[in-house]
């Protein structure tokens, strides 16, 4: 595996900066604008997700002698369009919503400004990033919503790439996840991990008995058994007799959960076990997740659904040139014409406007060059709040929003943006957006 | 980014094995398998992929320094278990299906044997890998046959994460698909790379005839424009008068496509540029590939629909404890009993029984020890082809299944496994599996 991002593009990236070269447009001061035209899936309400992702791999976005000399072999691109990559720096400059901020179809989730060489050739791995991780947290605000107090762990590895496995234990986290079994992603990006057992632990042993008794001397009477590899009554009724009432957890990963469920409580109860907690995992989705609020389940594990998007696994976000500066070094915007797939061009800011009770009514646009803060707004908004944050000021990356320490800042910032939205956000069902997207003349 | 693939894995893999070693059970020699319940989405056959890729991360699957200290930092096993992993070389042999073959529910994918503690921990990696590539080559397949003699490519890394966007080339490749427009995976896996321009390209210059002439003085007369930015007649007017007949294709990205692409075909053969191709690239999956059928489209390129699946983004593999020795070293067979996900213990081999002209009829699946090939078949059949193959052997990887060559050779193995196949196998509607599972003692 190859450390630098940069090859992680399409080949046309790399052929369009080589005409551009040559016909002495690749420096012309460029406007790029990542956004979504619809929410799929019928979603009320998106979750901004990848840009803590996308700032470090802009970072190691460089062409070293190995990507040169292999963009070389296959005769990508010329020398003069290779002379350039091998300098390549990102020098421009990132606006962009919040990591962990809603959006609504429109929203100018990432605007990108320098020239068309430097900020073209980032479209491929701004998409990939942002497509992903968006869907996913996404997908798993509906989760947390669904599950209301009760916390949920994303244990979806296994069910998406090894790599994606990563980016989605951290999107699940900022939409409200309170763990991961991924390892890799707690090393990454400082996410709790947590897990349990397989059945294959138990069908190992020469008894269940055996099996709860390895796992209870190793990690303790708080462990989380899992009950049902054979018979469940009896799985319970021995991790209780093993563990005593100390004992953490148990987790079911089949049968009718609702059902299930009641009848492990009221074992558990029965054996004096009232404080061990049942944990479900039976590939839920939000709609299973909300059809057990009565049930007395205490946390979910999330696999399958949450890293696959919940039935919409890519968010739609396209990255399209808005605005260019000509010659005399004014801005001109752009846009392509095509029926369906119109866009707005130029430069944009972007407010979420409240009514008086502190509740978001209006997703605002404002095309125009000021910060939206400086705008008057509709006279009837009792207040406004700018989205857009600076991420990258003259290619140095703002590094707040990092690491460990920028995924837990995105993560209460979702909390904040989804906290704010109508109510009616917090729906499963498909529907429209649940704010408008007005787009006003800065 | 961490070289190593160790920490790709689910926290319980690593705490069962911790309780495995202090109760002395880790080193029973142990089967697991890797396998389909069902095919999702209706399919009527999957196709393996990831086994390449697969072992070249079990090569990497080594717990350095780095991974060790984290570990040891969070608490997440004991100072046994880390002295353990400070050793892990995975010594055990590994069977599968050749990478590109068709499978069925049940078909026993991959055969890991191995200690229990050395087997269990390739759980999620091996399941990440096989459950992401095999959708996608799965969904793949079925573009491939919709799409006849007309080539693919793929151009969906915008729609996925970033590197499993190289996993979905790499399968996509294998099962059929030509080119991709990822570089990464050119370069990782020698898989011909594609591209075209985008609209941001023409939008940048002053005039679509700008555009066009940077292009193809840079690219040459038979590159590939895209003509729907502002007006499609319009610019393959302007892209014929500049290029001449010798323009190599027209790109068009939206519209409808049927009635488009009829008078596009119709203008350039009017045009005098008979020989110049028409590639369409709408959102497309395989039923608008089959929709244009009847349609003068030379090519196809397809994005979000194939890296995600087509509606099934994750294969639902899984990997099971299916037997383990016991004390005086005889196999025993186990198997989970939960009602709707049960299992078939024991280790199995494969093959393929054929009707009498060469067209496969039913898939069997022999329990028991010998390999497929020894075994009589039912009489009725005319003959049988066994269908796994050995890929690691203690410890060592067949170099013959990595790489490149590793996935052409996948790719011409697609290509033969199909082709064996019922023609029912092309339906697009979702049905079951075109073959029948059969069990048979060995």
């Known amino acids: 595996m190859h450390e630098s991002s940069a090859l992680l593009t399409d080949r046309y990236e790399l052929t369009m900066l080589d005409a551009a070269l040559h016909r002495g447009t690749a420096d012309r001061e460029c406007l790029f604008e990542l956004f979504a035209?619809?929410?799929?899936?019928?979603?009320?309400?998106?979750?901004?997700?990848?840009?803590?992702?996308?700032?470090?791999?802009?970072?190691?976005?460089?062409?070293?002698?190995?990507?040169?000399?292999?963009?070389?072999?296959?005769g990508v691109v010329s020398t003069t369009a290779l002379d350039w990559l091998a300098d390549y720096r990102f020098s421009g400059s990132i606006w962009g919503y919040r990591e962990g901020e809603a959006f609504f179809p429109g929203s100018p989730i990432l605007v990108v400004e320098g020239t068309f060489a430097e900020a073209v050739i980032l479209e491929t791995l701004a998409l990939s990033v942002f497509n992903y991780d968006s869907a996913v947290a996404t997908a798993a605000a509906r989760m947390t919503s669904a599950a209301g107090s009760r916390p949920l762990a994303e244990m979806g590895s296994r069910r998406t790439g090894e790599r994606s496995a990563i980016a989605a234990a951290r999107a699940?986290?900022?939409?409200?996840?309170?763990?991961?079994?991924?390892?890799?992603?707690?090393?990454?990006?400082?996410?709790?991990?947590?897990?349990?057992?397989?059945?294959?632990?138990?069908?190992?042993?020469?008894?269940?008995?055996?099996?709860?008794?390895?796992?209870?001397?190793?990690?303790?009477?708080?462990?989380?058994?899992?009950?049902?590899?054979?018979?469940?009554?009896?799985?319970?009724?021995?991790g209780v007799r093993l563990a005593g009432?100390?004992?953490?957890?148990?987790?079911?990963?089949?049968?009718?959960?609702?059902?299930?469920?009641?009848?492990?409580?009221?074992?558990?109860?029965?054996?004096g076990a009232t404080s061990t907690r049942i944990t479900v995992t039976n590939d839920l989705d939000e709609h299973a997740v909300a059809a057990l609020a009565a049930s007395p389940v205490d946390s979910y594990g999330v696999g399958t659904s949450v890293v696959t998007g919940s039935g919409s696994p890519a968010m739609g976000m396209v990255?399209?040139?808005?605005?260019?500066?000509?010659?005399?070094?004014?801005?001109?915007?752009?846009?392509?014409?095509?029926?369906?797939?119109?866009?707005?061009?130029?430069?944009?800011?972007?407010?979420?406007?409240?009514?008086?009770?502190?509740?978001?009514?209006?997703?605002?646009?404002?095309?125009?060059?000021?910060?939206?803060?400086?705008?008057?707004?509709?006279?009837?908004?009792?207040?406004?709040?700018?989205?857009?944050?600076?991420?990258?000021?003259?290619?140095?990356?703002?590094?707040?929003?990092?690491?460990?320490?920028?995924?837990?800042?995105?993560?209460?910032?979702?909390?904040?943006?989804?906290?704010?939205?109508?109510?009616?956000?917090?729906?499963?069902?498909?529907?429209?957006?649940?704010?408008?997207t007005v787009y006003l003349e800065g």
Do not use: C
Request: proline share 4%; net charge negative.
């Open 172 to 238: 699940a986290y900022i939409a409200g996840f309170s763990a991961t079994s991924n390892l890799e992603a707690g090393r990454s990006w400082g996410i709790p991990t947590m897990g349990t057992a397989a059945h294959s632990f138990t069908l190992l042993h020469d008894s269940e008995e055996d099996a709860f008794r390895a796992q209870i001397d190793t990690m303790g009477a708080g462990t989380t058994l899992l009950v049902d590899t054979y018979d469940i009554e009896e799985a319970v009724r021995l």
């Open 319 to 436: 990255y399209k040139l808005v605005a260019h500066r000509d010659d005399q070094g004014d801005w001109i915007s752009v846009a392509k014409k095509s029926a369906e797939k119109a866009t707005v061009g130029g430069r944009k800011t972007a407010a979420r406007a409240y009514d008086r009770h502190g509740v978001a009514r209006e997703e605002r646009i404002y095309l125009g060059d000021g910060p939206a803060g400086e705008h008057e707004g509709a006279a009837d908004a009792a207040s406004e709040r700018p989205l857009m944050v600076q991420l990258v000021e003259g290619g140095l990356v703002d590094e707040q929003y990092l690491g460990a320490a920028g995924t837990r800042q995105a993560r209460e910032h979702r909390a904040q943006a989804v906290a704010e939205l109508p109510p009616r956000a917090v729906s499963l069902t498909r529907g429209d957006p649940v704010l408008p």
């Open 245 to 271: 009432p100390e004992l953490g957890a148990v987790r079911i990963d089949s049968g009718d959960l609702p059902i299930v469920v009641d009848q492990v409580r009221r074992l558990l109860d029965e054996l």
């Open 37 to 74: 035209r619809r929410l799929s899936g019928g979603r009320r309400y998106g979750v901004v997700a990848g840009t803590g992702r996308f700032l470090e791999l802009l970072k190691h976005f460089r062409f070293g002698e190995s990507e040169l000399e292999w963009l070389r072999d296959e």
